[in-house]
């Protein structure tokens, strides 16, 4: 099968999702401490845009509780403390909205020293290391168990019940280990059991070198269908049009039989991104969701007028702030910027299907535009999103909020449950997500079975 046309779409969607990081300048002055005052203002600052611009931040947990929650924050600063610090004191107050995008990103690196993920209060690795491979079971990690670590995480992250604050684990363990590991010359002592129920320490691991993490892959399937892994929505809408017609036109040219699409391990971002998949995959009407309910705020106008162009929030911006903008999407067959995909999909989903990814999943699930194959997600499709995001002042700390609440695509506002798969399969904790797992098979199976019900 020919791969060079997709490959070279990709590639320049690729350049784009690769942090530049930050200066030695900016770090300098994130490890500058943090005078009462200035804690104060940054602090003041949290609060009042909590309450300015999320929908209904005391869904979870009353006002009261939280501007108590505030206030003792306030009341318990010492005369002067660092930004680790200071998220160590208020991103449980944030944690406490509970929506999965509502809080406070830790400083330091964004992604953990060690591939790691949580799971049902464990943690394991997510990648091989020499002597063991990933789905291992991390039970000491620096000295400390490793339902140790998860706990503190969770208390750290948002979200709504502990699967989906386990999904934001990475890089507030990271801030966390390395917090903890100065005193260890740089060295990660490991204590493991394996898959196969082995026990093994590793005394010093060094971290492996991190590679950029790429948006897509392309891999072909048994039976002549491909396998694409879509691991984020984000990027410029000219990057990722540019990629799915690419994708869409080799595989016309090719005559796939069908596409399972891998969002096992996609995080979300734009629902542009999903839109764009599903108008390639499908004629049939749907939308992504049933209802927007967005809180209107000077802060998150003038937020869109910074960040975006075009006349897509035009309704929003001239709403008036304190009142919510109201949005119901009609049910529509959308036109695809390239060729239809005229054959079977199945699209794998799981715990870590989040954001715009379960958006997508969702609106697949509710109108039958492809077969779900894999895992619940770890949360409902009704949910908070539309991040608001900025630095507080003094200490540097990125602050999200969510300004607007989503309904799931059917419109029914009741409905708590996850989006569901049509043939489940276990994927185990710590396996990377690929090709050749069980889900796959799964799926190609499902393929065969789509494919002996068309006409």
């Not at 791969?3 to 900016?26: K, Q, V």
Request: with cysteine; aromatic share 6%.
């Amino acid at each position: 099968m020919r791969s060079g046309s997709s490959t070279r779409a990709f590639a320049l969607w690729a350049t784009t999702l690769i942090g530049a990081g930050c200066s030695a300048e900016d770090a300098a002055v994130g490890q500058a401490p943090l005078a009462r005052a200035e804690a104060l203002e940054d602090i003041a600052r949290a609060e009042g845009l909590l309450f300015a611009i999320h929908p209904e931040p005391a869904r979870h947990v009353s006002h009261a509780v939280l501007e108590a929650a505030f206030e003792d924050v306030r009341r318990n600063l010492p005369a002067e403390l660092t930004r680790a610090e200071l998220y160590q004191r208020l991103a449980p107050v944030l944690a406490r909205v509970a929506d999965g995008h509502t809080g406070l990103r830790p400083p330091g690196p964004r992604s953990p020293p060690l591939a790691l993920v949580a799971h049902r209060g464990a943690l394991y690795l997510a990648a091989d290391l020499p002597g063991a491979p990933a789905g291992s079971r991390v039970e000491e990690l620096l000295h400390h168990p490793g339902p140790a670590w998860v706990a503190r995480c969770l208390a750290l992250a948002s979200g709504a019940g502990e699967a989906r604050k386990e999904q934001a684990l990475g890089s507030v363990l990271a801030f966390l280990v390395d917090e903890a590991r100065d005193s260890e010359d740089g060295g990660l002592p490991l204590t493991l059991t394996l898959p196969d129920g082995t026990r093994r320490r590793l005394p010093a691991v060094s971290p492996p070198a991190s590679s950029p993490r790429l948006p897509a892959r392309v891999a072909a399937l048994p039976g002549g269908a491909v396998y694409l892994a879509l691991r984020t929505m984000t990027g410029t809408d000219h990057e990722v049009e540019a990629f799915f017609v690419s994708l869409f036109r080799w595989l016309d040219a090719t005559e796939a039989s069908g596409v399972v699409v891998d969002l096992r391990n996609n995080r979300g971002g734009s629902t542009y991104v999903g839109d764009l998949l599903l108008s390639h995959l499908s004629d049939r009407p749907y939308r992504l969701f049933g209802q927007k309910r967005w809180r209107v705020s000077r802060e998150m106008q003038a937020y869109l007028r910074e960040q975006w162009s075009g006349t897509a929030f035009e309704g929003y911006l001239r709403a008036e702030p304190g009142t919510d903008f109201v949005e119901v999407p009609e049910v529509v067959a959308r036109p695809s910027l390239g060729p239809r995909f005229q054959g079977p999909a199945v699209l794998l989903i799981g715990r870590d299907t989040l954001s715009a990814a379960m958006m997508t999943a969702n609106a697949a699930e509710d109108f039958g535009l492809a077969m779900l194959v894999g895992e619940p997600t770890s949360s409902s499709p009704n949910y908070f999103g539309e991040v608001y995001r900025t630095e507080l002042r003094h200490s540097g700390l990125t602050l999200e909020i969510s300004s607007a609440e989503f309904v799931r695509a059917n419109g029914n506002h009741a409905d708590a449950a996850p989006v569901r798969p049509t043939r489940h399969v276990r994927s185990p904790p710590g396996r990377p997500p690929g090709p050749s797992d069980d889900a796959v098979r799964v799926a190609l199976d499902g393929l065969r079975a789509l494919a002996s019900r068309e006409p």
